[in-house]
């Protein structure tokens, strides 16, 4: 098959040797379970149980509210204790609400496990999604996004192709690697439904070069049904060919356009761990309650990998391989170049958890101090994004938000190749998230002003639309009562005459009591005709404010 | 157990400024030994003096911009820029021109501007512009190589040269020193003579003058080897290169008489150190693929044309600078195409939900 390969990428040392000598340990079940309720990407269930509950294992204990969601459920049979934020795994080192449920050791699985779907090929596509919603499925490669959303084409988009992400390219990670070594046919089984599912004409299935035992697995267990089907490919180990992206273009020189979705190219890609979930849901009716934990790194005694509960408490999984080395002072949630470190280990396994890496000073030193960035460019030399990072950096640190979207910063894909490579220990992808989070802030900040304005405006147009109206109907009523005025003409002209004569007579007694002081007076008697008719218009100006308050 | 929270990578670090810059020094050294042994101890003086005066005047503006002095002085930037300051002036500098062209280069060109990574112009070649417009008398004198001279200044009378600006007793200037091959070049060619005639003088190896070959030669060792290390890129040095050999053979193909060869421009003055040391100075270079290329084209094409019909036998400074200025634009206008975009891209703040 031909190979592609995209630009950059960085050649780590194979760091899986270590944790890949002992077979997968399958943990017990510890005595106190954490389960936090949003363990994947979108909204956090919300829990269905109440503390004193008593829970089976397998029972759904969170419920998905809205499409990009997921279930949480019960990893084991116990009691409900608690359900109060709690330290979960996030890069932001925040609480976030949990179950706790006190184990009962029982691992009892009630009645509340699903049919096993022996006949899954006779169901409807729709029934197999939802049986992979029901279990809780997410992507188990680390961003645990939900599988029966990315199982769920768009109307009028065909998938042609499925894509099964062995290519493990963190160093020190090697999860995937165990599975496909230890459970090939759960995996290729779980293919079988994807494939159904979707009905798509081919399976790529891409492991690393690095990973010779699980090739071997997988090319000794390929089922004689899904020869025609589902190819094997090795692909050369680069930092980071596990991005989807990147494989895509890899193992079909095509690339997945930017702001959009494999699904446009007609693809979907899925982590083998995923795979297996999938087979346990349906065949066994298994919902996700579980997964394989590489424990590794010089911080911990023995390096091997886990089959842990999901709500495991880290410390209870490092434990169980032997514990820390002397001098640990770093875990790691994920690999070296994009895990994030967590401050407590009292925290649990949640369904992204692929690997625990725990490191001493001497291997993870303190960062060096800062140095300006001297353009090198080695940083954009090795992005696969094929971005400019020092170009990025400048824009976020001058937090020129509109250049550096112009420059691709929602094209980065925070694989830490730049930060890696960067000769002044500049923390190039924190730079990236800031812009990122500053960026999201600010649209929503946006929409809320832009909320806020319309309905000022709004607001602003009725106001002035009711202004309108009144001044519409006050002019009509003015008008009606100038007619009406106009209709009883001759009775103002009457009464017009009687006030006249009532002011003469008025005048002539005035004249009369003030004759001695002169003519001037009664020469102002004379304009007091005038006076009287302005005051008549006032009257009529009262009268027709009175209607205007009326009116009101 | 509580633990660290730094930020990914969780790996140590591949590089640092201070071993990027170490590597730079290595890669000076063979080219450097080789003009010593033509030119005598003269360029060894040069270098160490220049390189204390950059490392004290860093040290000294850091100090009064207060910020940390050892951690800036340990990134090595000053001792580069002191290295090839010293390489491009005359072996027998007198001391204070030195003094004068650094201090410009580290205050005025570096720190005045931010420091390092804040520059827009190369700070070695700033400073040697300054020195060479503001003394051209002893800019001028480059001392005849000492394989085609009978006289020879040992260690001390060269540091006595250096410090006092005059020459021993019983030596002067028109005795030891003699025009550069692109000096008689030019002169030559000023004064009607035939670039054959010019190039039959026993000065002339097989391009140019055989010690400045050798000297080339040698760069070239420490370019390649930076090459190989991945500190600079190939970009920047093949383009200055043919940015100088494709103009000048176009030229010389047209009047051979009038025109020197492409392979003595190449291997004359400063082109091969230009190119892999000078040129490639990351803070005042282009960063794009394309806009390295167009950017030491640029600087190649300008070497030729200043050299040809010019003021200057010798233009890489003034190219360099020339282009330092086109830098940014070049990067912006050369921005690659981003995965998943076609060559225009979509309209800006599209890419995300």
């Known amino acids: ?552 | 157990m509580r633990f660290r929270t730094e930020s990914s990578p969780h790996m140590i670090p591949a590089h640092s400024v201070g071993g990027v810059m170490q590597q730079v020094q290595m890669a000076l050294v063979p080219g450097t030994l080789a003009m010593a042994w033509f030119f005598g101890w003269g360029v060894l003086v040069n270098v160490v003096l220049a390189v204390l005066f950059a490392v004290a005047f860093e040290a000294a503006i850091v100090a009064a911009r207060k910020r940390p002095v050892m951690t800036t002085l340990g990134d090595n930037s000053a001792i580069v820029t002191g290295w090839l300051f010293a390489l491009a002036v005359p072996p027998l500098t007198p001391i204070w021109v030195t003094l004068i062209g650094i201090a410009f280069a580290i205050i005025v060109a570096k720190h005045l501007y931010g420091g390092l990574g804040y520059n827009p112009f190369n700070p070695a070649m700033v400073g040697y512009v300054v020195v060479l417009v503001s003394f051209p008398r002893e800019m001028a004198l480059w001392p005849a190589p000492d394989t085609l001279s009978d006289m020879s200044l040992g260690l001390g009378q060269t540091l006595q040269t250096v410090l006092t600006g005059s020459l021993p007793a019983a030596m002067d200037w028109d005795a030891i020193t003699r025009a550069t091959p692109l000096d008689a070049m030019r002169e030559g060619l000023g004064t009607g003579r035939t670039v054959s005639e010019i190039t039959a003088s026993p000065m002339f190896g097989s391009f140019s003058e055989s010690s400045w070959e050798w000297i080339g030669n040698f760069f070239l060792l420490g370019g390649l080897y930076l090459l190989f290390r991945r500190i600079i890129h190939w970009h920047i040095p093949v383009a200055v290169i043919l940015g100088v050999a494709i103009p000048a053979g176009f030229f010389w193909i047209l009047d051979p008489d009038s025109f020197a060869s492409p392979a003595f421009h190449v291997f004359s003055g400063a082109v091969i150190i230009g190119a892999f040391f000078i040129a490639t100075d990351p803070v005042s270079a282009s960063t794009t693929p394309l806009g390295r290329i167009l950017y030491g084209a640029g600087i190649g094409l300008l070497i030729f044309v200043i050299r040809t019909w010019g003021g200057y036998p010798d233009a890489v400074a003034f190219a360099v600078l020339l282009m330092n200025m086109v830098a940014p634009t070049l990067d912006h206008l050369t921005r690659p195409r981003i995965f998943g975009r076609s060559r225009r891209g979509p309209p800006p703040g599209d890419g995300h939900a």
């Not at chain 1, 106001?463 to 007619?483: Q, S």
């Open chain 1, 1 to 552: 098959m031909q190979l592609h390969r995209f630009h950059g990428g960085l050649k780590l040392a194979d760091e899986t040797a270590a944790s890949t000598r002992d077979p997968v340990l399958v943990m017990g079940v510890p005595s106190q379970l954490i389960v936090p309720l949003g363990q994947h990407i979108g909204e956090a269930a919300e829990p269905c149980v109440a503390v004193g509950d008593h829970v089976t294992k397998g029972q759904r204990i969170g419920q998905s509210k809205g499409y990009i969601a997921a279930h949480v459920h019960a990893p084991s049979s116990g009691e409900v204790v608690e359900i109060a934020p709690h330290a979960v795994p996030h890069p932001s080192g925040l609480s976030a609400p949990c179950i706790v449920i006190q184990t009962d050791g029982q691992d009892d699985w009630g009645d509340n496990r699903m049919e096993p779907w022996l006949d899954w090929d006779t169901r409807d596509p729709r029934r197999l999604r939802q049986r992979i919603r029901d279990a809780g499925i997410v992507g188990l490669g680390g961003a645990a996004f939900p599988t029966a959303v990315k199982l769920n084409p768009r109307a009028g988009q065909r998938i042609h192709t499925l894509i099964v992400n062995g290519a493990e390219c963190e160093p020190y990670i090697s999860a995937d690697d165990m599975l496909l070594r230890t459970a090939p046919e759960a995996v290729f089984e779980g293919i079988r439904i994807v494939a159904h599912l979707l009905r798509v004409d081919r399976v790529l299935f891409a492991v690393e070069d690095n990973m010779p035992e699980a090739m071997r697995s997988l090319t000794e267990n390929l089922p004689g049904e899904l020869r025609d089907l589902v190819q094997l490919v090795s692909v050369p180990s680069l930092y980071p060919t596990g991005g989807e992206r990147q494989l895509i273009k890899v193992l079909t020189g095509q690339e997945v356009p930017s702001g959009g979705l494999p699904a446009d190219l007609g693809m979907v890609c899925n982590n083998p761990g995923t795979f297996k979930s999938v087979c346990d849901a349906v065949i066994q009716g298994r919902p996700l309650l579980s997964r394989i934990v590489t424990v590794t790194g010089p911080g911990v005694q023995h390096s091997r990998n886990v089959e842990a509960l999901l709500g495991t408490p880290f410390a209870d999984v490092i434990a169980a391989t032997g514990g820390y080395a002397e001098g640990v002072d770093r875990l790691v949630m994920g690999g070296p170049m994009m895990g994030f470190a967590v401050h407590d280990d009292a925290i649990p396994v949640i369904k992204g958890t692929n690997c625990l890496l725990a490191t001493r000073p001497q291997d993870t030193p303190p960062p060096g101090p800062l140095m300006p960035c001297i353009r090198c460019g080695e940083c954009a030399a090795v992005c696969p994004a094929q971005l400019l990072p020092q170009q990025l950096y400048w824009q976020a640190k001058a937090k020129d938000f509109d250049a550096i979207q112009d420059y691709g910063l929602f094209d980065c894909i925070e694989c830490g190749c730049c930060a890696h490579v960067c000769p002044s220990n500049i923390p190039l992808v924190q730079y990236y998230r800031y812009a990122k989070n500053e960026i999201w802030a600010r649209e929503k900040e946006r929409q809320k002003s832009d909320i806020a304005r319309e309905r000022y405006e709004f607001r602003q147009e009725r106001i002035e639309r009711e202004e309108r109206e009144k001044a519409e109907r006050l002019a009509k009523k003015k008008a009606a009562v100038k007619k009406k005025e106009g209709e009883e003409g001759g009775d103002s002209d009457k009464q017009a005459a009687i006030q006249a004569a009532l002011e003469r007579s008025r005048a002539r007694k005035a004249a009369r009591a003030g004759g001695a002081t002169g003519d001037d007076k009664s020469e102002s008697a004379d304009t007091a005709p005038t006076d009287t008719e302005n005051d008549a218009g006032a009257a009529r100006s009262g009268e027709s404010h009175s209607t205007d308050t009326e009116s009101r």
